[in-house]
């Protein structure tokens, strides 16, 4: 079992910059891959960024990439997602995610979800 608490989010202009991070429960943190999703008012939950379980591999949803970081500390169970140049379409709740799976850009292997962090950008 792990518990995710997301934090971070809040209101910016375009172009400016957030680091959310996502505390995870448990000592078995260094054992799932972890994922940033968001969904935005009357759309679908989406992918946005994951890293496998040693930090070694990354990926990201082609809208975001060159922006967005994904980082990991596996000493502090901690995944982080740096953002920056935001944009207004970045505009969504962002849930942290971990999974067991390897298929880490696909919402359906995540076992564990947050509750997530409202990220709002105006223009």
């Known amino acids: 079992q792990v518990q995710l608490v997301e934090s971070g989010g809040g209101l910016v202009q375009a172009g400016g910059s957030l680091r959310l991070s996502c505390a995870a429960s448990?000592?078995?943190?260094?054992?799932?891959?972890m994922g940033w999703f968001r969904q935005a008012p009357g759309k679908e939950r989406e992918f946005v960024a994951a890293i496998a379980r040693t930090g070694g591999n990354t990926y990201y949803a082609d809208s975001v990439k060159s922006r967005f970081t994904i980082s990991r500390d596996n000493a502090k169970n901690t995944v982080y997602l740096q953002m920056n140049s935001l944009k207004p379409e970045d505009t969504a709740v962002y849930y942290c995610?971990?999974?067991?799976?390897?298929?880490?850009?696909?919402?359906?292997?995540?076992?564990?979800w947050g509750q997530g962090t409202q990220v709002t950008v105006s223009s």
């Open positions: 448990g000592r078995t943190f260094s054992s799932y891959g």
């Open positions: 995610a971990a999974t067991i799976g390897i298929r880490l850009s696909q919402r359906s292997a995540y076992n564990y």
